[in-house]
């Protein structure tokens, strides 16, 4: 019965594992639903059982308290919780697939692989799709359902001017921007640490 009650105290502040008293951090879902993430509790029993001391600056041996910290929980359990509350559309900070590359001919490759390898020094997450068999409709689709949080097409024109033709997974079309410009409104949407890819 004792050792029903002290579980019974974990959900209420006490922890009968360690002993010591506990802080659960619940967060909400985009459903309103509560999940329990970080923990932060004090533990008097490992340091007990291992006989830990230190010299106290009055010359007396203590016996520590050890403090666990779990900031997010398990990482698998905050990362389905985050892909589920971004329905797999990730912010752009946080996102594994940012930028997609598609040009508009073969012989534009050379040219998005340059775009590619300009943003991949800047630490931007980006491919290049130079798949020659499918359609750029096709690609372009293909990119939005992958969820990369922008899309550059580039043809004959973007190469001569130097720009790019950008658009999002949700078909918005922000028209052409030069490599420079883009550059720098994506490492300023990166590190702003935005929920919102705005690129304004």
């Known amino acids: 019965e004792e050792a029903s009650n002290r579980r019974n105290r974990g959900s209420s502040g006490i922890n009968a594992e360690y002993g010591g008293p506990k802080i659960d951090i619940?967060?909400?879902?985009?459903?309103?639903?509560?999940?329990?993430?970080?923990?932060?509790?004090?533990?008097?029993?490992?340091p007990i059982r291992f006989n830990l001391l230190y010299?106290?600056?009055?010359?007396?041996?203590?016996?520590?308290?050890?403090?666990?910290?779990?900031?997010?929980?398990?990482?698998?359990?905050?990362?389905?919780?985050?892909?589920?509350?971004f329905a797999g559309k990730w912010p752009f900070w946080l996102s594994p697939r940012q930028v997609m590359v598609i040009p508009v001919m073969p012989m534009f490759n050379d040219y998005a692989i340059q775009i590619r390898d300009k943003l991949h020094n800047q630490h931007i997450v980006i491919d290049t799709d130079l798949d020659d068999g499918a359609?750029?409709?096709k690609?372009?689709?293909?990119?939005?359902l992958a969820q990369y949080n922008f899309i550059f097409v580039v043809g004959e024109k973007e190469q001569n001017s130097g720009t790019v033709n950008v658009r999002t997974r949700d078909n918005v079309v922000h028209g052409e921007h030069t490599i420079e410009d883009i550059t720098e409104k994506l490492i300023r949407l990166r590190d702003s640490k935005s929920n919102v890819d705005n690129l304004e």
């Open 135 to 137: 359609t750029l409709n």
């Open 55 to 85: 010299n106290a600056p009055d010359g007396t041996e203590k016996r520590p308290v050890i403090v666990h910290r779990a900031v997010l929980g398990t990482i698998e359990r905050m990362t389905g919780i985050l892909t589920e509350h």
């Open 139 to 144: 690609k372009v689709r293909n990119a939005q």
């Open 26 to 46: 619940a967060v909400r879902d985009a459903l309103r639903r509560q999940h329990q993430c970080a923990t932060i509790q004090l533990d008097f029993q490992l």
